[in-house]
Every structure is written in structure tokens, then in C-alpha cells.
């Protein structure tokens, strides 16, 4: 029996971007199920979920080699858990010191980043310079997340000699894929050596197949776009 992810609305769900874009890139087998993300209210989604998490979001990943409790409803420890399941695919850094920069670098990522996250919802089929432009020029909190977000790859890019991160593809490019996403929707202006990174994650076919189904999947509520309601 092979793992469920349980992933929202391609177009709009940052948090199943992830995971889904590291087990195709590492190439582990799965199904999909897609669980509509604007039903987020709705008693559907909290169905569908409900069997197999009590929390309600998403993703949620399913193991049933893991028995009566096959669930794992976080994108960080699902991360942490294939890698320990699959040790020979490297999905993080091989390096002790680079596995411990990789293993904060998401920590950040996924604790962090909450005004760029707040009015920069990822939102694949649109292009939306104008938000961005104007979030740089009145948004503190939003500029600080960006300068932070484009410094860490940079120094990171520096550290490793890239192309990805750490070198090779690993948790770390999976899990900031859909920061990539929001940069290039709001056409946030980024450095030369973080554009060319952006590029060569879109250039992966794992990103590319996602992109190509987001842009089947199109749907996107104003309801959960800060940026767009002023
Ligand atoms: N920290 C969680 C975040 C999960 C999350 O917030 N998922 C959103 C979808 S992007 C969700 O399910 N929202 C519905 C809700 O909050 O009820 C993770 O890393 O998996």
C-alpha cells in the first residue's frame, strides 16, 4: 500500500505545494487526493479531513504502513519523515552543518514569513505587479520579510555553490517553492543570483507538472486575499 497526500486547490495551496513537490521530485510514489480549498469553512472539507485528521488542514499525509494512526498533518513533519523512511534519497543535506542550516532555514520558513504570507497568498495563474509594487513601497513588516527571504538564499546560494540550496535538491528547495511562486506572481524584485535560483526551481519538472495543473485548477477567493480587499 502506497501513501495518500491529501493537498488543497493547486492554484492556492502553498502548504501542499511542498510536500507534493518534494515526493515527485525525490520520486516516491503516491496518490492524491484533492480536497477543494474553498471549501475551508464548509463542513465538506471537515469531512473529508476529519477521517483522517482532527485538526482539518492541509496537507495530510497517509501512511498505512504506520497502522491504526496512519496520519501526518504537518508539512514539516511530514518532510521529516519521509527522509527518515526513504534514507537513501537524501532529502536532507548528507552534511551535518548544511542539514542543520537546511533544518532551520524551514523552521523559519515555516514559523515566519507572516505579513509576506498574510498579503501575498500564492495565487500561480495570476500576475499581480501592481500588489507588489505597491506592498514594497507602504508595507515595512512585508519589505523586511522579503529582504530576509532574498538574503537567506543568497548566502545560502554562496555557501553551497548551488544550484539548488544546499547543492543538490533537498527538503529546503521543496519547502520555499511557493515563495518562489508568490515572487513571481507580485513580480517582487528580487537579486540577479536569487531570479536565476527562482528559475531553475521552475525548471524542475516536478514544479513544472504542478504549475501546468494549478493553471487547469485556477479558482482563487477574495475573501482570503488581504492584499486585494483595500
Ligand atoms: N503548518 C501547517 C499549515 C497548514 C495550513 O494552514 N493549511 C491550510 C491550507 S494552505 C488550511 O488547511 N487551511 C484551512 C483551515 O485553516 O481550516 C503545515 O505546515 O502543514
Not at 480549498?37 to 488542514?57: C, I, M, N, Q, W
Not at 511557493?178 to 531570479?195: D, F, G, K, N
Request: aromatic share 8%.
Amino acid at each position: 500500500m502506497s501513501y495518500t497526500l491529501f493537498i488543497g486547490n493547486k492554484n492556492t495551496d502553498a502548504w501542499s505545494m511542498g510536500p507534493w513537490v518534494l515526493m515527485k521530485q525525490a520520486g516516491i510514489a503516491f496518490n492524491e487526493q484533492p480536497v477543494r480549498s474553498d471549501a475551508t469553512e464548509s463542513l465538506e472539507l471537515k469531512k473529508a479531513l476529519r477521517a483522517v485528521t482532527p485538526l482539518g488542514k492541509l496537507p495530510v499525509l497517509v501512511d498505512p504502513s504506520l497502522g491504526s494512526n496512519p496520519s501526518i498533518w504537518d508539512s514539516l513533519a511530514m518532510c521529516e519523515y519521509l527522509a527518515e523512511v526513504h534514507p537513501e534519497l537524501n532529502l536532507w543535506p548528507t552534511d551535518r552543518t548544511a542539514r542543520a542550516r537546511a533544518r532551520s532555514l524551514c523552521a523559519e520558513m515555516h514559523a515566519g514569513f507572516q505579513e509576506m504570507r498574510a498579503m501575498c497568498p500564492m495565487n500561480i495563474d495570476a500576475r499581480l505587479p501592481s500588489i507588489g509594487e505597491r506592498l514594497i513601497h507602504k508595507n515595512n513588516a512585508f519589505c523586511e520579510d522579503l529582504n530576509r527571504l532574498v538574503n537567506m538564499w543568497q548566502t545560502q546560494l554562496k555557501l553551497s555553490g548551488g544550484p539548488m540550496l544546499f547543492g543538490q535538491f533537498s527538503i529546503a528547495d521543496a519547502y520555499f517553492v511557493s515563495m518562489c511562486m508568490r515572487i513571481r506572481t507580485y513580480a517582487l524584485p528580487v537579486s540577479p543570483p536569487v531570479q536565476a535560483y527562482i528559475s531553475r526551481i521552475l525548471a524542475l519538472p516536478s514544479v513544472a507538472e504542478w504549475i501546468a495543473k494549478a493553471e487547469q485548477d485556477a479558482d482563487f477567493f477574495i475573501h482570503e486575499t488581504p492584499s486585494l480587499q483595500a
